[in-house]
Nanobody, 122 residues
Framework: QVQLVESGGGLVQAGGSLRLSCVASGRTLSFYTMGWFRQGPGKEREFVAAISRSAGRTYYADSVKGRFTISRDNAKNTVYLQMNSLKSEDTDVYYC???????????????WGQGTQVTVSS
């Protein structure tokens, strides 16, 4: 079992930055590919970014590529999402997720956090 807890969300002006953190417990984080997703009211959960077990590979949705950076610190059991040049359309609840797999290009995730709200004002 893996438990994930996100933090770092909040209100930011368009063009600003936020860094989200996700702390994992239960099993060693290095076993898992980690991902970030987001979801707004009435919408399906949307993939944002993923990072491989050893942090050697990353994958981003086209909508965030060049603005967001996913990283991980396995020693701290933590994954991060640095969000720069934020836009109003980035407003969503952001979820951390993990899967016992090194396939970062899609596929199902096994564990999910509770989410952290990101609101970008115009």
């Amino acid at each position: 079992q893996v438990q994930l807890v996100e933090s770092g969300g909040g209100l930011v002006q368009a063009g600003g930055s936020l860094r989200l953190s996700c702390v994992a417990s239960g099993r060693t984080l290095s076993f898992y590919t980690m991902g970030w997703f987001r979801q707004g009211p009435g919408k399906e959960r949307e993939f944002v970014a993923a990072i491989s077990r050893s942090a050697g590979r990353t994958y981003y949705a086209d909508s965030v590529k060049g603005r967001f950076t996913i990283s991980r610190d396995n020693a701290k059991n933590t994954v991060y999402l640095q969000m720069n040049s934020l836009k109003s359309e980035d407003t969503d609840v952001y979820y951390c997720a993990s899967k016992y797999s090194d396939i970062i290009y899609g596929g199902p995730y096994d564990y999910w956090g509770q989410g952290t709200q990101v609101t970008v004002s115009s």
